[in-house]
T-cell receptor
Framework: GQNIDQPTEMTATEGAIVQINCTYQ??????LFWYQQHAGEAPTFLSY????GLEEKGRFSSFLSRSKGYSYLLLKELQMKDSASYLC????????????FGQGTTLQVKP | IAGITQAPTSQILAAGRRMTLRCTQD?????MYWYRQDLGLGLRLIHY???????GKGEVPDGYSVSRANTDDFPLTLASAVPSQTSVYFC???????????FGPGTRLTVL
């Protein structure tokens, strides 16, 4: 099965860098996703890692280490609008369409 | 329609009543999903459909049923609602062979 852990809450300062960690125990998976969800809204796709290493996309980067069962999302030059929940999810190897989500990390960006 | 729509936006329902949450997508995605989101538990998969005419059970299927008569629509039915089904329900879809999912705006359901 899959067990995905993320910190519940984090606080950071506008303009700073923040790293949101995700650890998982799984018997196998196709890839790891990060989604962003603003309060009262739907989740939106941020990144997808299949191979080990860093994927960079503007101010956001995501890292995966399969051997360590570990991923992180790195947000640079934080803006107030980055205040949201960040959801880590894995795609089980048994069914490429399904996603198993962690409980999410609520990030509050302060001035 | 652009993307995925859900109806109703919110609903208050008496326990024991039957309720169908509607989900429609216009992206011609083969796969569709229903999740519920509860504080502290994150998004949990209820049911999914990889293609029209097929459905499967997710993590928390009990008390829910789905149908997939065509590509665009994926309704979720609560046959006899209970208070523990109070939640925010999200519908999502993805292209065949892709795991990136696109989410609808959600339905906030309260069962009293």
């Amino acid at each position: 099965g899959q067990n995905i852990d993320q910190p519940t809450e984090m606080t950071a300062t506008e303009g700073a860098i923040v790293q949101i960690n995700c650890t998982y125990q799984t018997s196998g998976f196709n890839g790891l996703f990060w989604y962003q969800q603003h309060a009262g809204e739907a989740p939106t796709f941020l990144s997808y890692n299949v191979l080990d290493g860093l994927e960079e996309k503007g101010r956001f980067s995501s890292f995966l280490s399969r051997s360590k069962g570990y991923s992180y999302l790195l947000l640079k030059e934080l803006q107030m609008k980055d205040s949201a929940s960040y959801l880590c999810a894995v795609s089980p190897i048994s069914n490429t369409g399904k996603l198993i989500f962690g409980q999410g990390t609520t990030l509050q960006v302060k001035p | 329609i652009a993307g995925i729509t859900q109806a109703p936006t919110s609903q208050i329902l008496a326990a024991g009543r039957r309720m169908t949450l509607r989900c429609t997508q216009d992206m011609r995605h083969n796969a569709m999903y229903w999740y519920r989101q509860d504080l502290g538990l994150g998004l949990r998969l209820i049911h999914y459909s990889n293609t029209a005419g097929t459905t499967g059970k997710g993590e928390v299927p009990d008390g829910y049923s789905v149908s997939r008569a065509n590509t665009d629509d994926f309704p979720l039915t609560l046959a006899s609602a209970v208070p523990s089904q109070t939640s925010v329900y999200f519908c999502a879809s993805s292209e065949e062979g892709s795991t990136e999912q696109f989410f609808g705006p959600g339905t906030r359901l309260t069962v009293l």
